[in-house]
């Protein structure tokens, strides 16, 4: 039995696409220099790897480091997007607080992706479809539900309070993946796939909405 060739070309567009925003939103880092951007693309990146990983997994290629690397990854992704967030709704303790949350979360999730390997039949058919390991599925959760929080409630907060209704994509796209997140652990996989793709879009239409500083104040027009 083989996987839909829609969802192949679902998943390799969707490396590509991630791909290309990630390029823009470090393209507005290097700009604005403003941290969030820098996190965000890092994130975004991440993405985009392991869309590409999922991809190779479709093609009938297994191992296990690759299969260690992908579960770890799809955990700090979520973890390292939050660190953009961070940047701007936190300030003082409450940020080195996160920072130090996240940085503690992620190495705890490196160690156990290294020690509790994935089974082969975590792949059937070139989809993932199967539950990792219990200790790996705990510290992920560890990692994304807070993160997840973080995104979802800021960018909520920012639409409603501050009148930047664009975080309303950040809202929605963190919210899509989660939710995908939650129904692959019901055993529905082929959602985390199309959601990912939905997902990566809306973040970067909340990303790249963001205000940059001018770098020099704009001339006032002679009457």
């Given at each position: 039995m083989?996987?839909?060739?829609g969802?192949?070309?679902?998943?390799?567009g969707?490396?590509?696409i991630?791909?290309?925003?990630?390029?823009?939103?470090?393209h507005?880092?290097?700009r604005?220099?403003?941290?969030?951007?820098l996190y965000w693309?890092?994130?975004?990146?991440?993405?985009?790897?392991?869309?590409?990983q999922?991809?190779?997994?479709?093609?009938?290629?297994?191992?296990?480091?690759?299969?260690?690397?992908?579960?770890?990854l799809v955990?700090l992704?979520?973890g390292?997007?939050?660190?953009?967030?961070?940047e701007?709704?936190?300030?003082g303790?409450?940020?080195?607080?996160?920072?130090?949350?996240?940085?503690?979360a992620?190495v705890?999730?490196?160690?156990?992706?290294?020690?509790?390997?994935?089974a082969?039949?975590?792949?059937?058919s070139g989809?993932?479809?199967?539950?990792?390991?219990?200790?790996?599925t705990?510290?992920?959760?560890?990692?994304?539900?807070?993160?997840?929080?973080?995104?979802?409630?800021?960018?909520?907060?920012?639409?409603?309070?501050?009148?930047?209704?664009?975080?309303?994509?950040?809202?929605?796209?963190t919210?899509?993946?989660?939710?995908?997140?939650?129904?692959?652990l019901a055993?529905?996989?082929?959602?985390l796939y199309?959601?990912e793709?939905?997902?990566?879009v809306?973040l970067?239409?909340?990303?790249?909405?963001?205000?940059?500083?001018a770098?020099?104040?704009a001339?006032?027009?002679?009457?």
């Amino acid at each position: 039995m083989t996987a839909p060739l829609g969802l192949a070309a679902t998943i390799v567009g969707e490396a590509l696409i991630a791909g290309a925003l990630t390029g823009l939103v470090l393209h507005r880092f290097l700009r604005s220099r403003q941290p969030c951007h820098l996190y965000w693309g890092v994130g975004l990146a991440l993405i985009a790897f392991t869309m590409a990983q999922e991809a190779v997994f479709y093609l009938g290629v297994w191992s296990t480091s690759f299969a260690q690397a992908y579960l770890v990854l799809v955990a700090l992704l979520v973890g390292i997007l939050s660190l953009g967030t961070a940047e701007l709704a936190l300030r003082g303790w409450e940020k080195r607080l996160w920072f130090g949350f996240i940085g503690v979360a992620g190495v705890a999730m490196v160690v156990v992706g290294i020690l509790y390997p994935p089974a082969r039949s975590i792949v059937v058919s070139g989809v993932v479809t199967g539950l990792p390991p219990t200790p790996v599925t705990v510290v992920s959760s560890i990692v994304t539900v807070p993160a997840t929080c973080l995104l979802v409630g800021a960018s909520v907060y920012g639409a409603v309070w501050q009148k930047r209704y664009h975080l309303l994509f950040i809202a929605a796209g963190t919210a899509v993946i989660a939710a995908a997140g939650s129904l692959y652990l019901a055993s529905f996989p082929l959602s985390l796939y199309y959601a990912e793709f939905v997902g990566a879009v809306l973040l970067f239409f909340g990303f790249v909405r963001l205000p940059v500083p001018a770098l020099r104040p704009a001339p006032v027009p002679l009457i």
